[in-house]
Structures are given as C-alpha cells and as structure tokens.
C-alpha cells in the first residue's frame, strides 16, 4: 500500500507563503503524476496544480497561476507546493494525490492515492 502524508499547512496572513510537502511511503512506487486539490469549507474538491514526474511538467488551475508552484523531489519521492501571495479564498483542505499512470490530471477521479489532507487557513 501507498501512504502519501502532507505537512506544511496552517494560518497564515493574507498575502503570506505557506509551502505544502508531500512525501510517499510503503511498497516501492514509482509516481507518473502527483498533484494538489483543495477543498474549502461547504464547497466540493477542487484541482489545485500537477506535476509530471519524469518530465516535471508542471500544470496549474487558473486561480493558481502566478502565485503556487509545484515541484518534486524524485529522490525522496515528494512533491511540494510554494504557495505565495496566498488570499482567504485559499482557505481549505489541501490534499496530495498521486497516481502510477498518465491521468488526466485535472480529474480527481483519475488519482489512485490521496493524502489524508492539511489545513491551510488564511486571515484577512
């Protein structure tokens, strides 16, 4: 089994960084895409940004671009999100997800392992 653990969430100022972790653990695996979706308070998951993990293609949501990158580490097997000039709106559950195959990877749907999710709250 695939255990993704994420760390880095908390509160944070509007117009603060947070940067997200993500790392992989349990049988060998080697990921073909890792990603982050949100999910904020009474609202459904949402696609956040992706990464390919042998090319490092990264892919963003709209409300994403110019603010978060994503990256990863294939040593160790982690993926990170850099988030910055962070707003409210930002304020959800960030959850790492990761797949062993080509995903369509705006698709939660298509991800076959999920984090357990990190809380990322940011004041007005």
């Known amino acids: 089994q695939v255990q993704l653990v994420e760390s880095g969430g908390g509160l944070v100022e509007a117009g603060g960084s947070l940067r997200l972790s993500c790392a992989t653990s349990?049988?060998?695996?080697?990921?073909?895409?890792m990603g982050w979706f949100r999910q904020p308070p009474g609202k459904e998951r949402e696609f956040v940004a992706a990464?390919?993990?042998?090319?490092?293609?990264?892919y963003y949501a709209d409300s994403a671009k110019g603010r978060f990158t994503i990256s990863r580490d294939n040593a160790k097997n982690t993926v990170y999100l850099q988030m910055t000039s962070l707003k409210p709106e930002d304020t959800a559950v960030y959850y790492c997800?990761?797949?062993?195959?080509?995903?369509?990877?705006?698709?939660?749907?298509?991800?076959?392992?999920w984090g357990q999710g990190t809380q990322v709250t940011v004041s007005s």
């Open positions: 990464i390919s993990w042998a090319g490092g293609i990264g």
């Open positions: 997800a990761a797949s062993a195959r080509p995903v369509v990877v705006r698709s939660g749907a298509t991800y076959d392992f």
């Open positions: 349990g049988r060998t695996f080697s990921p073909a895409v």
